[in-house]
């Protein structure tokens, strides 16, 4: 298995997780309550396994092995999505206070977590469809078969290190319980 095409699985399961964010925002459009609980399952899938793991993987060593092979950080397709990783991480944090508000009883902050999970959605969407086509192609093409090799190696080291041993397994758990309890 190439990393890029493990960087694609995860691509799946943040695709799932943001059904289920869009199928909450029909809820809290229509004006029903829904689970907070669920809410924060949601962000902490978003903040560990969309970002400190799959982003992790990313920018600390798939972007460093890109550069490595001659393609630049500020310009260029890594650039573009450093960028949008971070407004991504800005929609979240507006996503996790909105949470905070909507958890402690105002119900008015369900506009503020629709308005930043709607774009956050249209984001990622985007931003996933750009590295499935043009960024891991390319760093297909020019990382060598030992270089991949060792990009898969760093990634499970990775893992360990900021995510803990099972921790990807009980994300994906959470997902798909979620993905049962929303029907997506």
């Known amino acids: 298995m190439k990393p890029t095409e493990l960087l694609v699985q995860e691509h799946e399961a943040i695709k799932q ?28 899938f978003i903040k560990n396994f969309t970002d400190k793991c799959h982003h992790g993987k990313e920018e600390d060593i798939l972007f460093v092995a890109m550069e490595e092979a001659g393609f630049s950080r500020e310009a260029g397709p ?4 450093l960028a949008e990783h971070e407004l991504g991480r800005n929609l979240v944090k507006g996503i996790s206070d909105a949470v905070g508000r909507y958890q402690e009883g105002d119900t ?42 060792g990009l898969l190696q760093d990634f499970e080291k990775l893992e360990k290190q900021k995510m803990g041993p099972g921790k990807h397994e ?15």
């Open 17 to 44: 997780m943001l059904k289920i964010l869009n199928k909450i925002c029909d809820k809290l459009q229509s004006g029903e309550k829904v689970d907070g609980a669920h809410l924060e399952q949601i962000l902490d």
């Open 78 to 81: 890594i650039g573009v999505m």
């Open 108 to 149: 008015s902050a369900a506009k503020s977590i629709v308005e930043n999970a709607q774009k956050y959605s249209a984001l990622l969407a985007q931003h996933i469809d750009k590295e499935n086509t043009i960024l891991y192609p390319m760093a297909d093409a020019r990382l060598t078969q030992k270089q991949q090799n």
């Open 170 to 184: 009980e994300y994906h758990r959470r997902l798909n319980d979620l993905k049962a309890f929303y029907r997506t």
